[in-house]
């Protein structure tokens, strides 16, 4: 079994946003927190929480449009709210043991999608699964998303429109574009012992 992960970190997406992290196994599975900003003013902040078995158990997004909470129900389906300056959304969407979710500019439910399929995509081949994609306006969409494993660590990701890269390491963290001013950093989310 590998060691529990607790660690924070910051990267800087392709598109100039600063991503800050933090993320934390515990017996229930891992929890994701994780915030955007923009020229110094934040676009959007999440929660995710994943169960032991890699699925998504519950996203708690906020953004400049309001809240939104989705969480899987085991008839079926995923439901939730969007809560915004003109009152309150409820949300319901097709769900299933195949599909995943995604958030626009924020890549932590992408790279838990990736770390899922990384178990059964080897480098070179790709897998397309149904998705629900969570845009800055709280809007849902409903489609497909195809991951392709380009190397052990980086994944294309593509869909409606939409292609970018990501790149986690082995224990399922996002690592920084690579391009010079990354800003990249990753430290322990508790205090090191002291011997």
Known sequence: MSAMVRRAGRARLADGTQLVWSVADGR???????????????????????????????????TAAGLLTLHPEPSGSLHGNAVTADGVRHLTFAWSGEHELEVD??????????RRLAGSTAVGEGRTVPAAAVAPDLSVREGA????????????????GDRRTLTIDERGLPVGSGEAGDEAG???LELEPHG
């Open 28 to 62: 229930r599975g891992r929890r994701w927190r994780a915030m955007t900003t923009r020229d110094g003013a934040l676009t959007g902040a999440l929660l995710l929480e994943v169960g032991v078995d890699g699925r998504p158990a519950r996203l708690e997004l906020a």
């Open 145 to 160: 998303r195809r991951y392709v494993r380009v190397d052990d660590a980086t994944w294309r990701i593509e869909g409606e």
């Open 105 to 114: 500019g924020l890549p932590i439910a992408s790279a838990v999608t990736a």
């Open 186 to 188: 990753e430290w322990p």
